[in-house]
């Protein structure tokens, strides 16, 4: 059904592939109360369309959210029906409205205004622009898990209790200062590759802040490697996370949220450092601080600059480019994607001529096939050297492949000095948790286990 002016005088538009930008819309949706969404999905997404569908619904109600799957008549395969609905989000976005097919124009009548899905990060920095302690308020009401509905029956149970247990057997202590190093994980023909996670860069932080501050480093998000005590990285798939929502009606995943919502509210020492990613958005509006890292000359840096300065704790951090092998050189090929120069294509080309001849998962211009099985060359049996006879030496072997790159400099990968020291100062301006009276350095996680010293051996 199409929407109605009685419910909604403003409709965003967002694909069913942005998942990430659910919880920003969410939040949005709850701040303007005549504002709706309409889901574009395709048959490939007819999983994730339903989803946020019902993800909105529970929020807001049936009457300000849509869900339209779009076909493409000429070709039925997976590709030509993502391709097609990427085409139609393409032109809500560059508000082509005049080419939009009918069916979008039915969806959103006029006199309805029709928004892409970024219209809702200035909907929420106008809130926080005009009434900054009503806006987190009514945020942490939308988030906070104490009236979750049971899953049989009706009434609801507060959840907050069994989060506070979670933290507690996790090893997380009320007058301990943390900052959660979030990672985005994801395949290499996501959008926005580049900001996925540099294992090392994020490794070279744990480090760095454990050890010249009393700022506790927590590997959260997707897993890529990094390991701390505690960790917060893909705990909604653990038992002692998904076992506390069996008896009512939430996803562990969107639970999490919950989540963050008791640690703004309770725990006040935590910071949070990431790059530019929808999941680190929700905690920033909760109250946590937090810091994201985005390339230079990004095209979207504006959509997020909105809530800098009005978002409380809310700060960027510009790098000259991504950190990490494989992040740099899917920077680098959407960079220099376009035939005409730009401020985009020509600061990649400066600053990544050390990938020049680098590819990724291909070789020469083919994609790798199975490897050939592995013939091991013949040993060949010395002859039995005869005495008196001068030991001969073998002679010196060469690769048979002299063609390979020189080496590249690991610092090339990494962030510069001055940006990583930078972020290391920002995570030490962590502030005090509540009740903590002194900084303390170190983990702990739930009881300290301490071994009896060894006797000394007696006199002989």
Known sequence: MPFSKTHVDEVMVQGAHMSGDRNSIATALRLKPRLGVLILSCPSLGTQGTELQKF??????PNRVNLISIINPSDSSDEAGEKSMKGVYRQVSKRDFANLPLFMKT???????MRSATFGTGVIADAFENDEQGTQKSTRALWRLDKVPKKVGTGVIDKRPALRNFLVGRGFLQKRAYVFLFAKEGPRTAEKAHHFTSILTWR?????IGRSSSVIPV?????????TQPTLAEFWKDSDWTDIWTDV????????????CLLAEEHGGLSIIGMRSGMIEVPALLGIRTLYLEEKHNQQAERMAKWIGKVPGFERQVVERPAGIKQQLYWLNESTKSYQPSDVSTHAVNNGAHLAGMVQGFRLGRPFR??????????????LRKSGEPFLHPQKTFLANRRLPAPVDAANFQLAKTEFDKIVTWAKGTPMPTGATTN????VLGTVIRRPEPKPPEDL
Do not use: C, N
């Not at 070279?204 to 760095?208: A, I, N």
């Open 56 to 61: 909105y619904e529970s929020i807001v109600g």
């Open 107 to 113: 969806m959103i009548p006029r006199p309805i205004f």
């Open 204 to 208: 070279l932080l744990h480090e760095e």
């Open 219 to 227: 590997a959260a998000g997707d897993k890529i490697g990094l390991r």
């Open 249 to 260: 009606k939430i996803d562990p995943r969107s639970a999490q949220l919950g989540l963050w």
């Open 370 to 383: 199975a490897q050939p099985k592995f013939t091991p060359a013949p040993v060949l049996k010395q002859p």
């Open 440 to 443: 303390v350095h170190g983990s």
